[in-house]
């Protein structure tokens, strides 16, 4: 990193997901050098935990990838709130047009078919919306922000994936498919009272519930996700 960068000035930060590494040292090095930090992962499952602890302000992902390939991830990371507006730039070997239109379809905002050059990586960066490389942080968890996404196609985005996200649809209910558990707080290990559920995700066949409690004892709302079978404070 060039000592006059200093942290004000940074881009963001780019998740970068590829197996190999030669391809990892060259994107890596002329991302850093483009005034990007860089968090690197290997396979699918290392690049979900990676987002999960440092929330990515750009996701950069290879299609071959080990555990959970590019296009399964592209899918995971639309359906997950802290990333389901993240850009996604998918780099491919696989030229062939359904290959290319699957990774749109998955959520990618951009595809580049490899060879690609560090420099048109960043062109491609630099296409996508400015206000999406503004540093911001994951809505909370049950606020309007949480559950809305626009309508609207946004800017530079592909309109098949928008399409495909209206299409599936999103709703809260108090008589969910899977039976909410019973839980306990954390704090005070009173029985928690369920209040309702939120069926989300980003399609119909990856579909998505959270559950939602009120602690008797006054310790706060609590939000269950069925896929994780994690509960934490809402």
Request: aromatic share 6%; charged share 25%.
């Amino acid at each position: 990193m060039d000592p006059s960068t200093t942290a004000a000035s940074r881009k963001g930060l780019v998740l970068l997901v590829d197996p190999d590494d030669d391809s990892r040292v060259l994107y890596g090095e002329s991302l850093r050098l483009a005034a990007f930090d860089v968090e690197e992962a290997t396979d699918g499952r290392e690049a979900l935990v990676r987002a999960a602890a440092s929330t990515p302000t750009i996701i950069v992902t290879e299609t071959r990838l080990r555990f959970i390939d590019g296009y399964a991830l592209c899918s995971l990371f639309r359906g997950d709130p802290p990333t389901r507006d993240t850009p996604i730039i998918v780099l491919t070997g696989d030229a062939v047009p359904a290959q290319l239109d699957r990774a749109r379809d998955s959520g990618a905002d951009s595809v580049l078919v490899k060879p690609c050059l560090p420099e048109q990586l960043i062109a491609a960066i630099d296409r996508l919306p400015a206000t999406w490389l503004q540093p911001r942080a994951a809505p909370a968890p049950g606020s309007a922000a949480w559950y809305a996404r626009s309508e609207e196609p946004l800017e530079g985005g592909p309109e098949k994936r928008r399409t495909h996200v209206k299409a599936h649809q999103r709703f809260e209910t108090t008589t969910p498919s899977i039976l909410p558990p019973e839980l306990w707080c954390p704090s005070c290990n009173v029985l928690l009272k369920y209040e309702r559920s939120h069926i989300g995700g980003v399609s119909d066949r990856h579909r998505e519930q959270w559950d939602y409690y009120s602690c008797p004892g006054g310790c706060g709302t609590f939000q269950y996700r069925q896929r994780t079978r994690r509960l934490r404070p809402a």
